[in-house]
Structures are given as C-alpha cells and as structure tokens.
C-alpha cells in the first residue's frame, strides 16, 4: 500500500490534510511531539482519523520536521515539508492541497493540535461533499471550527485568496454563499492545544473523541 493511503475498499476521492507546521511558540516549542496520554500529541491526532472515510492522509509538517516525520511515517501518513511555515497557516494549507493526488476531489483540512475531532466529524463533512456541498465546515453549539472540508471546485479561489497565519477563515467570510455548515456535537471536540496548560486540561477530559467532554461543558 502506497504511504499515505488508508486501507478502504471504496475510493471517495478525499483526502485528509493534518496541519503540523507551526512552532507552538505559546507553548514554549515541541507542542506535537509533547505526551498526551502515554504518546506525542500528533500520534493521538492521527490514531483518532484511521476510521476516517478518506482515502489518503497527508500531514503538513515544518518546524521540528524531523522528529514529526518519524512518527507520522509510523501510522502510515505521507509526509511533506513546508519550507514557508513561518509565514502562516496559509502556506500549510496550500501545501497540504497542492500534495493531493489528480483523483482528489475534496481535502479536510484539520489542525494536529486538535486530537479529539475524530473520524465522525470528518465523515460528517464528507457526506455533506456527496451531497454536493463545495465548502463544509464543522459547527459546535452553532460556532464553525474545526475540521473543513474544500472541494477541488474551491482550490483556485483558495490560491488566489489565502494568506498569513488566519487560514481560510477570512476568505469563507467573503465567500458565505460556499460554505455548508454541518454541525458535530457529539461526534468530535474541537479543543485545542497552545499551551502546556491547555494540555493539562485535555489530559484531565475523560473519553476519546467518540466519548468526549466538550471543554467547559
């Protein structure tokens, strides 16, 4: 099996693109490879998308790329280098989209700081794609988050338009007529991860991302 692909005999022409550039300067440096739960933090991150409907993993990687290859080359993920992370989150999300393969139809783009959103939440959004939506972005308690789903069809607007540290956020509010939202209480949690405090917290929810306590909650 080629590296990168997930095991699946039904190709949906989607594929999952976890970001795992950035510094973690709030953190102090290291966040993705820092302990949560007995392993670094991106191996939870992946291990909660391997049920995930997508054909392909691709994981986004800059500073500390190295040691981040190493472990994401253990789940079977592909690997590539963003020679431009510091210039902001935007440059990892086209990265991400510019490795998909031809038969790509759509990429769910997801954050490696963010370990509880799980394969529900990206099969939500996938089956908002089949249904014909062009952009899907997950909503909790009605406020959109993370993971988001762009079709192909968007690519160009998304060349065109993206830039700095804010990711797509900024060109979905131009562009509302795009965007689906889909709601996913219940199948994910959106926590995420800047500094060792938000860690420890994460450390003291119970459950996994199919059984989760939303922060707060």
Known sequence: MPTGEVASEVRRGVTAVLLAAGSGSRFGGGKLLAPYRGRPLIEAALASLEDAPVDERVVVVGDDARRLREVCERHGTRVIENPDWQLGQSTSVLAGLRACGEETRAAVVLLGDQPLIGAGAVSRLVAAFTEG????????????????????????LLEAELAGDEGARSVLRRHPELVVEVPCDGVGDPTEVDTREDLRRLEEMRGTANDYKMAGG
Do not use: D, I
């Open 133 to 156: 939506a062009r952009v899907a972005v997950a909503t909790y308690e009605g406020k959109p988050r993370n993971p988001v789903l762009f079709s192909r069809e968007v690519w160009p």
